[in-house]
């Protein structure tokens, strides 16, 4: 059996990394599964991909599509393109999508209409009901011709089956996010940025930013960031700022002696530094999950988030878009009344074992 693993943006890599690892063990133990890595280039800066396949050692992809930049049409329109020229040269007999970006969506559909390959999601049905973001459409297409909906959350499975899927089409198997987590929590390690500003846990907040709700206006993102330095005690704010979001902070001019702004970091520094922070200020929904996970306060300037656990059971609370919300999070915080959460059900760094293992029974594979 040949299995097709798509690639092609940063929040792809953590959630495949652990999917290859449970396959190559199941190849040691006999089993007849094979895989082809393919990078569809969607992220091709190297802080965005190759330094995460470096760190979480993800073997180099046997095909890289190198789309490139573009619009949303332009990329889903060479994502499809040379997708389906591999597919066109030798079929896979599965393809598996993880997540909601560009890459995931643009496979999904070239494998459907390429004899009908089988299709598998991972994180499936999860929903925002946010349509104005890419990824909530991008979700929304990939889960109406998936065959195989591997979830993170009892919330996923109710929103399939509200969406008329079969029980038997759906897999509760946890998050494989977090098994990356698990697995790299050891090899952690401190950033230039740790000595550079003499940071010391619990005493720093550590901030993301980079949705166009949030910083395709000057105006909104100065509001946002003043509040937060006016409420943060002049802890230090650590950013490591997005290209897009870097342009915005400088047109704006945008500065206070606490906010240190710095380069996009690689998966084993950005996550120490989420473990030592007293909190994360953040609009990624990856980094609510991982914050959960390691039992890290979490402010979410969204007005929804697709991962509603993280909420529920975890760290995370919503805050909105509002720049007033944000002095009151900061008085919680401060105060010592943020609540602990606890970690969701099988969010357990065994997820693509499980995954794995589904997949043999379903193929009947020996």
Not at 25 to 43: E, N
Not at 164 to 176: A, P
């Amino acid at each position: 059996m040949l299995i097709d693993v798509i690639a092609g943006a940063r929040p792809n890599f953590m959630k495949i990394a652990p999917i290859i690892d449970a396959i190559e063990q199941q190849q040691k133990a006999g089993t007849d599964i094979h895989y082809r890595l393919i990078h569809t280039g969607q992220h091709y800066d190297k802080k965005m991909s190759a330094d995460f396949f470096e760190q979480l050692n993800i073997p180099a992809p046997h095909h890289n599509l190198e789309v490139g930049s573009g619009t949303q049409a332009e990329q889903t329109g060479r994502i499809m393109i040379a997708y389906e020229q591999l597919l066109m040269t030798k079929p896979c007999d599965l393809c598996i999508v993880v997540g909601d970006v560009t890459s995931t969506m643009a496979c999904s559909i070239a494998a459907k209409k390429m004899n009908n390959i089988k299709v598998a999601h991972v994180e499936a049905g999860i929903r925002s009901g946010d349509w104005t973001m890419p990824e909530e459409i991008n979700r929304m297409v990939t889960d109406s011709i998936t065959d195989y909906f591997f979830t993170t959350s009892e919330i996923a499975n109710n929103n399939l089956r509200k969406a008329g899927i079969s029980d038997d089409r759906i897999f509760f198997v946890g998050n494989t996010m977090i098994d990356t987590l698990y697995k790299q929590m050891p090899r952690f390690f401190a950033p230039e940025a740790w000595q550079k500003f003499n940071l010391t846990p619990k005493n720093y907040i550590i901030m993301t930013l980079h949705r166009p709700a949030n910083v395709d206006s000057k105006d909104k993102l100065n509001e946002l960031i003043s509040e937060i330095v006016k409420s943060s005690n002049g802890l230090p704010l650590i950013f490591p700022v997005h290209p897009r979001t870097a342009k915005m902070l400088e047109a704006a001019g945008i500065s206070a002696p606490n906010l240190h702004l710095i380069e996009p970091l690689g998966y084993l520094e950005f996550n120490y530094l989420v473990q030592n922070a007293k909190a994360v200020i953040t609009d990624s929904g990856g980094i609510t999950e991982e914050a959960t996970v390691m039992g890290i306060p979490c402010m979410t300037l969204r007005d929804s988030t697709e991962r509603p656990e993280t909420c529920t059971v975890g760290t995370n609370e919503l805050l909105g878009t509002d720049p007033n919300a944000v002095a009151p999070a900061m008085a919680k915080l401060f105060s010592g009344n943020w609540k602990k959460g606890g970690i969701p059900a099988m969010w357990d760094g065994k997820t693509a074992p499980r995954i794995v293992q589904h997949i043999i029974e379903l193929f009947s594979l020996s």
